[in-house]
């Protein structure tokens, strides 16, 4: 693979609008350098399901199914190891501490089931998560890279990375200081509702009405829910 | 939210406590925490590069920096100049001065968090703020890979100007962000403002100096 290849790749990751269409490229082009299996996602810490957080899915359909039903991630030295480094590194470079455990071993034995033998995985900045991780996976016994082939790797990462994060709508979910209901509630009095009017409107008690609309004054750090409207409609979380 | 006072050799006089400040924190994350450069026997980091060419923006907190940006005409030397030229094969050194490196970026440790509107994103908006006003066509220079996808996050477009490299166990990669209204749109739209982020004091120096003025000047 010569570099011109890798920022070919960079150029084509501006014009992908879907996330399938950007994982089909990386497939794609990482194919080249002995990869046929990849998967970014946000990396799972204390018992945090892993489904929900990845972003790019182009493992086996299988593996993906029984790494998610056993709960590989948990034991899975790789994953460890991925939320304890900043640093690209080679699966086979885990220290043992966390790859040699007995599950952990039992984890890359299943893989190899599914032609994962050997990977290269590299820990990126999530704004989501703790941080995410790119991992790549070869049906190679140990997976042999130059020192070129790791930089244009590191490169193609980094960028379907940042790719994948401008894809992802933050409108919806990024962070939102309020819940929906919390919304709803400010939503209501802005239109002159008292909580008991609005509890009959929501099908909720007072209290509860109360509730979010003390979570909402918190939220912003404020002390009357008039000063929480005003300041939701202004963020334009609402649109009384 | 932070306010970002922009500092350059005209109104520095302006901020002489400030500025300190500024050189302490950068000691205590280029020093000490990221051990990228040696202590300095009087607890303030410099380097070569803090000359009358740059531009700081302080991010002010209560009255305390706690983040800040470097900018420097890449007209001038500069980092990716004078340390990283081997990192921009695909393009070449940038020697524009419209283009600035924008360097010495931290954020000081209590107000780090995780998420998308804290006092990172804060500074990003205030960088793209004045980019935008002093009318430049890029902003970036070296950093580190980890942290690419934050422009990502912002919904902003970054040039490679060669590959990622390996450098003392970390990894960095040359890369410029193109400025535009579209950026600081994005970006106040997260952080969910309208107003501007920049505190300008005292006299002030437009950051690409124009062919135009220096003719005046020579007349």
Redesign the interface.
Known sequence: MIDSDVFDFVERCRKHVTAGSLLSDLLETVKNLGFEHLILSGVPLGGQKLAPMVELNGWPKGWFERYVEAEHAAVDGVCIYSAKTLKPFLWSEVPAKWSGTEASRRVAGEATEFGIWSGFAVPMLSVNHWQSVLSFASSAKSCKLSARQQVQLVTMAVYAGMTIQALSNDEEHAESPLTDREKEVLLWAAAGKTSSETSQILGLTERTVKWHATRAREAFGVATTTQAVVEAVRRRLIHP | MITAHVVNAQNKHLYENEFDEFLRRRHDFFVHQKHWRPPSPDGRERDQFDTDAATYLLGLEDGHVVTSARLIPTSEPHMVSEVFPHMC??SGVPRRPDWAEWTRTFVVPDKRR????GTLTQLCCAVMEYALDEGLSAVGGVQE?????????L?W??E?LG????QD???Y?VAYIEVNEAALASVRK?L?IEHSLLVRRGRQRPFVQKTSDIIEVAL
């Open positions: 094969e695909k995780t998420g998308l509107r890979t980890y942290f690419m996808p934050h422009h990502g996050a919904k477009r970054a490679p590959m990622a490299r390996e166990g970390e990894w990669i997260i969910g």
